[in-house]
């Protein structure tokens, strides 16, 4: 997945969970907290070469869950629900990274200190046709840009989204 599959379909994820109980969302924060992994890890896998995969550190169980974990912890002490929500968009895009497809980065350090290759580098030259080819890759993107798309029209007008986090 690239972008509109993480960002639409954890924001979908959110809603119907902010649907199903009394939290209110600030949806920026699912959105960054959506590519956060890939903000991360992309451009240090580009920058190092020693880097085995565009997956590693921020791409872990470990992050996810230490971030969930500061998430629960502000809430129950009255701290709102961004860090939680930032925390669940974070797990939302490894698990539609299907990371544990690689054990060893996903569960790091469990399975040792090393993270292993995920074809990145594959991935970054041939990402056309992925596109045109995969629908493990088209379906999604394509399932997300609708529900982003929706979300834009959603938004209302005057920037209250960059204001308040609210599309609805």
Known sequence: M??????????????LIENRTAARID????V???MFPDV???PLFMLFSGV????FFTHTLLVALALLGVGVYRYVRGGGTGALAFGGAVLAHDLLDS??????????PLLGWGFEPDGSADWLTGVAGIFLTNPAVYVPEAAG??????MGLRVRSG??????????
């Not at 949806?27 to 699912?30: D, G």
């Open 32 to 34: 960054f907290g959506s």
């Open 52 to 55: 085995p995969s565009g997956r």
């Open 2 to 15: 690239v972008f509109f599959g993480h960002v639409g379909l954890t924001a979908a994820a959110a809603r």
């Open 99 to 108: 990371m544990w497809v690689y054990p060893r980065s996903f569960f790091w």
């Open 40 to 42: 991360i890890d992309k």
């Open 159 to 168: 920037g209250a989204f960059f204001r308040t986090g609210r599309y609805h």
């Open 145 to 150: 840009a609708c529900i982003v798309l929706y």
């Open 27 to 30: 949806y920026r924060v699912v």
